[in-house]
């Protein structure tokens, strides 16, 4: 059986970077907290609890000790409560995230009602719309940015997950609300780009692994689109979980892994297909 690893499986550059830092940050000291899970791996949360890294929900019990900002940030109130409380903080939140954030603020102060293509429930999302100080619309689709009212000057920015398809819609609809309008292209591509690797990989294998949280929306959507294509994928949170029945018959096994799984993850499900495959062949 060949074994295929995709190429981008595996944490994007503001996952590692956000990881790193929180176990630079354990490895620090004491006291030290994050705000909300640092990524969607209960794997990676796990670690860091093992490590002394708890999460918290949110700053009303915290007076003193390190705080850890996730990859995908915090409401702009959080973080104005962290410094109000002189907590040390290590803002892990991905660059992209914060041009995203910046941009909205900057909209604001300058007169534009600010218009962000993504889903409200999501905490990046929301930690994005607390930058503005003026009015600020969520909206999901193009449908639903056709029911905003007529502005004067629209600002616009995605959640860095979205299609290019969807900020496109949302953006023809604001040209028909709006007499002037700024856009910004906020979308960061390490999702988009591993599940066209994905669709590719699905269509060349006979089955296919997808390792990751399931509590991670990329990962899922990850394991969707190569389901659709593949009915024989799996979606896995860690090597355990493999089950050699799914291998029989299988001449090729593709494997990939959402943006939020560490590499450790990925190396233990590789090396335990490869058990399975070596016992398969006695
Ligand atoms: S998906 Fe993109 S925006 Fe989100 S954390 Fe990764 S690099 Fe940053």
Same mark, same amino acid.
């Given at each position: 059986m060949e074994i295929i690893l995709a190429k981008q499986a595996g944490f994007c550059f503001g996952v590692k970077r956000a990881t790193q830092m929180a176990f630079e940050a354990a490895e620090k000291g004491d006291r030290t907290y994050t705000l909300g899970p640092i990524i969607h791996s209960p794997q990676v949360v796990q670690k860091l609890e093992e490590m002394g890294v708890g999460v918290i929900n949110n700053l009303d019990e915290q007076e003193t000790g390190t705080?850890? /900002?996730? +990859?995908? !940030?915090?409401?702009?109130?959080?973080?104005? &409560?962290?410094?109000?409380?002189?907590?040390? /903080? @290590?803002?892990?939140?991905?660059?992209?995230?914060?041009?995203?954030?910046?941009?909205?603020? +900057?909209?604001?102060?300058?007169? %534009?009602?600010?218009? @962000?293509? !993504?889903?409200?429930?999501?905490?990046?999302?929301? !930690?994005?719309?607390? %930058?503005? $100080? !003026?009015?600020?619309?969520?909206?999901? +689709? =193009?449908? &639903?940015?056709?029911?905003?009212?007529?502005?004067?000057?629209?600002?616009?920015?995605?959640? $860095? $997950?979205? +299609?290019?398809? #969807?900020?496109?819609?949302?953006?023809?609809?604001? *040209? @028909?609300? =709006? =007499?002037?309008?700024?856009?910004?292209?906020?979308?960061?591509?390490?999702?988009?780009?591993?599940?066209?690797?994905?669709?590719?990989?699905?269509?060349?294998?006979?089955?296919?692994?997808?390792?990751?949280? %399931? #509590?991670?929306? #990329?990962?899922?959507? *990850?394991?969707?689109?190569?389901?659709e294509l593949l009915p024989r994928t799996h979606h896995i949170e860690t090597a355990q979980q493999l089950v050699p029945a799914w291998f029989d018959k299988v001449e090729k096994v593709g494997v990939t892994a959402g943006a939020s799984t560490p590499k450790w993850l990925i190396d233990e499900v590789m090396e335990r297909i490869e058990d399975i495959n070596r016992d398969k062949k006695h």
């Amino acid at each position: 059986m060949e074994i295929i690893l995709a190429k981008q499986a595996g944490f994007c550059f503001g996952v590692k970077r956000a990881t790193q830092m929180a176990f630079e940050a354990a490895e620090k000291g004491d006291r030290t907290y994050t705000l909300g899970p640092i990524i969607h791996s209960p794997q990676v949360v796990q670690k860091l609890e093992e490590m002394g890294v708890g999460v918290i929900n949110n700053l009303d019990e915290q007076e003193t000790g390190t705080i850890i /900002i996730r +990859s995908h !940030g915090v409401a702009a109130e959080e973080v104005d &409560e962290a410094v109000r409380k002189a907590l040390d /903080i @290590v803002d892990a939140t991905c660059p992209f995230v914060k041009k995203a954030q910046e941009h909205v603020q +900057s909209l604001s102060h300058a007169g %534009y009602d600010v218009v @962000v293509v !993504g889903d409200a429930d999501h905490p990046e999302v929301q !930690g994005i719309v607390s %930058y503005a $100080t !003026g009015r600020v619309f969520v909206v999901g +689709s =193009g449908e &639903e940015a056709a029911r905003l009212p007529r502005m004067a000057k629209i600002g616009v920015v995605a959640q $860095t $997950t979205q +299609s290019f398809e #969807n900020l496109k819609n949302v953006v023809i609809e604001c *040209l @028909v609300k =709006g =007499g002037e309008i700024r856009v910004f292209h906020t979308i960061c591509d390490a999702t988009a780009v591993r599940q066209e690797e994905a669709k590719l990989l699905a269509q060349q294998v006979d089955c296919m692994i997808v390792i990751g949280g %399931y #509590n991670s929306a #990329n990962t899922k959507r *990850l394991a969707e689109v190569c389901a659709e294509l593949l009915p024989r994928t799996h979606h896995i949170e860690t090597a355990q979980q493999l089950v050699p029945a799914w291998f029989d018959k299988v001449e090729k096994v593709g494997v990939t892994a959402g943006a939020s799984t560490p590499k450790w993850l990925i190396d233990e499900v590789m090396e335990r297909i490869e058990d399975i495959n070596r016992d398969k062949k006695h």
